[in-house]
């Protein structure tokens, strides 16, 4: 089986958004940042699955980020599954395979991806244990960062581990955060629903754009300064998408329709920044 050519079919089955500039990207590098993305959609998905309980949920990421710490000479695929695969029936395909993907990232630069994905796995278990309580700022913060903006500084760590190009990781952050926020206001109504609210206490939908606008900026900055090349080509498709979604949710409608989606998406790849 070709590992990166079916990390691929479920990257496109769980994400279309990030599958069109992660398949764009050179071999090596599309490797490194499908195993990257995979391994955090694994987890994810743990996150917030709708009948696992938050003990369970704790204790599964936990258990993911003790088999990644685990992992100093690589791993076999049994070896990660070690502690949860009571649970596969109840698990999406993308968190059960999460050995693959961690073993799908070239091998010099594989161990910070398993360091990243341990991390975010024993923050959410923090959050899960705690039911997402988001007070204050401060607190939202801390979530967006445990969860988004730890990604973008491990995009810097690998754009400069393909071709050396570096970037102002403040800004790095807030790519992150930027695009963490608008997913907040995309699903917030549904995750209150199930019992989660990520807006601090006394905040509207007016707050959370504004942080989210403010977050975007700093995308914005962070994208712009990257030279023409796979790092701004992976960028700038999800950040207009963002830009683009809250655009539209400032105006009473509940999401980018699909055609618009694609609009964007063509006008991106064909070379308009």
């Not at 994400?15 to 992660?22: D, G, L, N, V, W």
């Not at 980020?65 to 685990?70: E, F, R």
């Amino acid at each position: 089986m070709n590992v990166c050519k079916d990390a691929l079919e479920i990257l496109k089955e769980t994400s279309r958004t990030f599958y069109i500039p992660i398949n764009r990207l050179p071999l090596r590098l599309k490797e490194a940042v499908a195993s990257a993305y995979l391994c955090m959609r694994a987890i994810d998905e743990i996150e917030d699955h709708p009948k696992l309980d938050n003990f369970t949920k704790a204790k599964l990421l936990r258990t993911i980020s003790t088999n990644l710490q685990a992992a100093v000479d690589g791993f076999t695929l049994d070896q990660m599954f070690l502690g949860f695969s009571s649970y596969d029936s109840q698990l999406a395909e993308v968190t059960i395979r999460v050995g693959e993907w961690a073993k799908l990232a070239p091998e010099t630069i594989a161990p910070r991806i398993w360091d990243a994905t341990a991390a975010m796995a024993d923050r959410m278990a923090y959050w899960a244990e705690h039911n997402w309580e988001i007070d204050t700022e401060a607190d939202l913060d801390r979530y967006t960062f445990g969860v988004a903006g730890a990604v973008g500084l491990l995009l810097s760590d690998l754009w400069a581990w393909y071709d050396d190009t570096q970037t102002n990781r403040l800004h790095a952050i807030g790519f992150g955060r930027g695009l963490q926020a608008v997913n907040i206001l995309r699903n917030y109504k549904e995750d209150r629903v199930r019992g989660v609210d990520f807006f601090p206490n006394g905040w509207t939908e007016d707050d959370m754009q504004a942080y989210a606008r403010r977050n975007l900026a700093l995308a914005d900055a962070y994208t712009k300064a990257l030279p023409n090349g796979p790092a701004l080509g992976f960028c700038q498709i999800p950040l207009t998408l963002a830009h683009a979604t809250l655009d539209v949710l400032d105006n009473g409608q509940e999401k980018l329709t699909r055609s618009a989606v694609v609009a964007l998406i063509e006008r991106v790849t064909n070379g308009k920044r």
